[in-house]
């Protein structure tokens, strides 16, 4: 089943394949930060449990993807920007993976940079996060079962549009909205019995009119 999902949707990333770190310039034995940089799309990686389902980002699907004004924030907060796209203050890199990195040039004048540099250093802040649209048709889900498991795998193909990439404290947004009303869809409708077949009196009935029916 593929449904369109117009909400967009976000992803929490960490670890080693994701996340983010800082970028420093070296000044004699000082090193000055000059950048966030982080890592906000893995592809062919599965997710961890989405509430449901995992998720995989396919090499190709950001090939035909809007990035012409992707906004750097802070946790998704739109009060809080790092950098923009359009301003030249973000930039980011389709990496081998097919996946995309990002990197937010560090302004130390900006009271929002300070605090999220705090944040970063003291470890309080270990990933990333982005928020996308996915393309009509730009998915399609699988179910995959053991004999004591049971998982749908959703494989996400085109995505029309990524609004923006965060350095963020905790997977707040770790259940899409979209993608779990398009996977109750799925189960809805795997669910739903065939259509029921005459019932014996109606095929009493069907039998009667053909013996009396003339030849």
Request: proline fraction near 6%; include cysteine; charge should be positive.
């Amino acid at each position: 089943m593929k449904k369109p999902a117009k909400t967009i949707e976000k992803r929490f990333l960490k670890g080693e394949k994701a996340g983010i770190h800082v970028e420093y310039r070296a000044e004699g034995e000082a090193q000055t930060p000059v950048a966030f940089v982080g890592k906000a799309i893995v592809c062919n990686s599965r997710s961890h449990n989405l509430g449901g389902f995992v998720e995989i980002i396919d090499p190709k699907a950001l090939d035909n993807a809007d990035l012409s004004d992707v906004v750097g924030l802070f946790n998704h907060d739109r009060s809080m920007v790092l950098g923009r796209t359009t301003a030249g203050t973000l930039t980011l890199t389709r990496d081998k993976d097919g996946g995309l990195s990002y990197r937010i040039a560090y302004d130390p004048t900006d009271p929002d940079h300070q605090r999220v540099m705090a944040k970063i250093l003291r470890g309080d802040v270990v990933g990333s996060s982005f928020a996308f649209r996915v393309a009509p048709s730009g998915d399609s889900w699988d179910k995959e079962e053991t004999d004591t498991t049971s998982i749908y795998v959703r494989t996400v193909t085109k995505i029309s549009r990524v609004s923006d990439v965060c350095p963020v404290t905790v997977p707040a947004y770790a259940t899409s909205t979209a993608a779990k009303r398009s996977l109750d869809s799925l189960r809805a409708e795997r669910a739903t019995p065939p259509p029921a077949g005459p019932s014996l009196a109606q095929r009493r009935r069907q039998l009667a009119l053909l013996e009396t029916a003339p030849l």
